[in-house]
């Protein structure tokens, strides 16, 4: 397999609505699906892919998560979706397809270790379909 293509690009102001979950990863795609049908219940357009921001190693079997899809409008949030504005911010990225999820992480940590890059906040996984696109956030 040839070396993966990592970049940097500024991710836009976005709001989000948001899971807060602690659990096994596997679990988090039905939380997504969970989430999309609680916005198509409240008429509310998604603006993107699902994503999953990681608050534990994504490494591990079990962790923190919030699992999210970008909103086109302003909504209240409940008891259960919360409803979160991230500033824009310059990320670094690769994606991957498959079972490479592994190799890619190496990629981007590898990449970061080797260019002194300061990493300010949690990785991000964005679903698009059969390919994820791995999310670091940096200065």
């Known amino acids: 397999m040839g070396a993966l293509m990592i970049k940097t690009k500024m991710v836009p102001d976005e709001l989000i609505a948001v899971i807060s979950y602690t659990g096994c990863f596997k679990k988090t795609i039905r939380i997504l699906r969970e989430l999309e049908e609680w916005l198509k219940a409240n008429k509310v357009k998604i603006g993107g892919s699902g994503f999953v921001i990681f608050y534990t190693s994504p490494f591990e079997d079990e962790g923190k998560y919030d ?8 909504i209240a949030g409940d008891d259960h979706v919360n409803i979160v504005r991230i500033p824009g911010h310059k990320v670094l990225y690769t994606s991957y397809k498959g079972s490479g999820r592994m190799a890619a992480y190496e990629s981007l940590i590898d990449f970061v270790e080797e260019n002194n ?12 379909g059969d390919s994820v696109e791995i999310q670091f956030p940096i200065i």
């Open 67 to 74: 699992v999210g899809f970008p909103l086109e409008e302003e």
């Open 117 to 128: 890059i300061d990493v300010i906040g949690s990785p991000r996984e964005v679903y698009h």
